[in-house]
């Protein structure tokens, strides 16, 4: 067999070849940019095959220029092409790449113009064709286009903490092995009198076919199930028959970052879980998540184990408001039980005592009866407070409203209540002693003073928070600290601050708090 004819023999098997993976992605493909990419590759190398061609069976120069333009154009449109490919294929865009046909474009342009400039052919005769600095040049360029293509989809899955799939493997071979023998070929490195490069674009047109066939490369079912997969809003993660990873979908990504198999995702879980766990729930960070494992099955055994994840933080939060409302109703069923029995009490036992100090003359008695009076009405003073804490505590959210609840539950005095300044998140440290004390010192005028008129001022300071209470009650000479004012000495000063107690006789009671404040409190 000559030279020519085997030429012939590997030209037409790598052409066919070619057209096989090309008309097998126009029939399964799509129209994305992946596949139109990767279909011009294709195309390409069958323009480089016919060229070749075409080459064998050149009589005249003319013929022979022709043919090696036909040819330099599928060269000028494979490199950009694989280079957009991979870029696509790899999801690493950037503008740079975008701008590769560019080099296509300029290259053909110094191809047509050669007999002018010579820089691409500086020979260029039937059998004497020399090779100028441009062709060189361009050869360089488009390596790097093909080498920086392959190192784009390898390092997806580096980054991807996944292993090179077959797809990846098969795409690599089919380019960088015709390169290879193309190279070597080129530069004499291999010389057998026949162009072999064919013969491996038709080993790329095996492994393109096997790519599309087997593994589903660029087609239409696969892309969408894969993107669909991809976007859920829910983890899938796939571990291979070693529980290694082999897939993890964004929403899984976000969630857990870095996996490299089975036993890092239970590390980053903080679960001991079995290995054949059905369902389990987790907590990371303010989230709970569902994760549901199964298996697939093949006739060796376990061929892959597979993950999904879906976060159930809301059903907690619902579950912990139906909690939370199931309190409420429990507290406003004690406080109104305690409203119709204790406060019917208290009020009872106070119109009984006013009643017989209208009908008793003895003054010592009526003292007593006064007494038993002054309680009640502080009893039910505190009852209230007691119900409205039962029933909501949403008043502990500021010093302003807890104040407010105390001095809504008075109905024996009048009271005021005078806000200076501006409440801010840094006066929040002391809302339960401020409420308390105030709580006291109403009690102790209810319970002591007679007063009928009360007011309330509460200055927000830059430095400091001050609190007067102030009654127009039957004051003392002497005022003893027992529990209630002890208390609220002790709150005070737990705070860092202080406590003034003024009063005289016929001249009321006058409670001082100045409590300090941080700026720096949150």
């Not at 333009?69 to 503008?95: A, R, V």
């Not at 080129?186 to 047109?205: D, M």
């Not at 004012?485 to 406590?499: A, D, N, W, Y």
Request: proline share 1%; charged share 20%.
């Amino acid at each position: 067999m000559n030279y020519k004819l085997l030429s012939v023999l590997l030209l037409m098997t790598g052409l066919f070849g070619m057209l096989g993976s090309l008309s097998w992605i126009i029939r399964r493909g799509n129209t994305k940019k992946v596949t139109i990419y990767f279909g011009i590759c294709q195309s390409a190398i069958v323009l480089w095959i016919i060229s070749q061609l075409m080459i064998l069976f050149s009589v005249t120069r003319h013929q022979l220029w022709i043919s090696y333009i036909i040819g330099n154009i599928g060269i000028s449109l494979f490199s950009p092409m694989w280079l957009m490919f991979s870029s696509e294929f790899s999801d690493i865009k950037h503008k740079i790449i975008n701008s590769a046909p560019l080099i296509s474009f300029f290259s053909i342009i110094m191809i047509l113009t050669n007999p002018m400039h010579k820089m691409y052919y500086t020979e260029f005769e039937r059998n004497n064709i020399s090779y100028g600095l441009l062709f060189y040049v361009f050869q360089i360029i488009y390596y790097m286009f093909i080498i920086t293509g392959i190192t784009m989809m390898c390092i997806k899955h580096i980054r991807g903490k996944s292993r090179i799939t077959k797809q990846i493997m098969l795409l690599t071979l089919s380019t960088a092995v015709p390169m290879a023998v193309n190279t070597l070929t080129v530069t004499r490195i291999i010389n057998v009198g026949i162009e072999l490069t064919p013969l491996f674009f038709a080993f790329s047109s095996i492994m393109i076919l096997i790519a599309i066939s087997r593994f589903g490369l660029l087609n239409i079912n696969r892309i969408a199930i894969n993107d669909t997969i991809d976007n859920i809003s829910g983890g899938v993660i796939v571990f291979d028959s070693e529980d290694n990873l082999s897939y993890m979908n964004k929403y899984a990504e976000n969630i857990f970052c870095e996996i490299e198999n089975f036993d890092t995702l239970c590390r980053k879980t903080n679960l001991d879980m079995d290995y054949d766990f059905e369902s389990s729930e987790i907590k990371l960070g303010d989230n709970y998540y569902n994760i549901k494992q199964s298996f697939c099955f093949s006739r060796s055994g376990i061929m892959a184990r597979i993950i999904i994840v879906n976060d159930v933080t809301e059903y907690h939060e619902l579950a912990e408001t139906e909690r939370q409302l199931s309190i409420e109703q429990e507290r406003n069923r004690i406080a109104q039980e305690i409203h119709d029995s204790a406060g019917h009490t208290f009020t009872m036992i106070s119109s009984v005592a006013r009643m017989l100090q209208v009908r008793i003359t003895d003054s010592d008695i009526k003292n007593y009866i006064s007494e038993i009076d002054g309680l009640s009405r502080s009893g039910v003073t505190q009852l209230r407070c007691s119900i409205n804490n039962l029933r909501d505590d949403t008043f502990m959210t500021s010093i302003t409203s807890a104040v407010r609840s105390v001095t809504d539950a008075v109905r024996n005095i009048d009271t005021d209540l005078c806000i200076q300044g501006t409440e801010t998140e840094k006066y929040s440290f002391c809302i339960r002693q401020v409420y308390d004390n105030c709580r006291e010192t109403i009690t102790n005028a209810m319970r002591y003073s007679n007063a009928e008129h009360m007011d309330i001022i509460i200055k927000f300071l830059d430095d400091r928070l001050e609190i007067y209470i102030l009654d127009n009650g039957k004051g003392c000479k002497n005022i003893k600290e027992n529990n209630g004012l002890k208390g609220i000495r002790q709150r005070t000063e737990s705070l860092g601050g202080t406590v003034r107690f003024i009063s005289s006789a016929g001249e009321g009671f006058t409670t001082i708090m100045k409590i300090p404040v941080s700026s720096e409190t949150k």
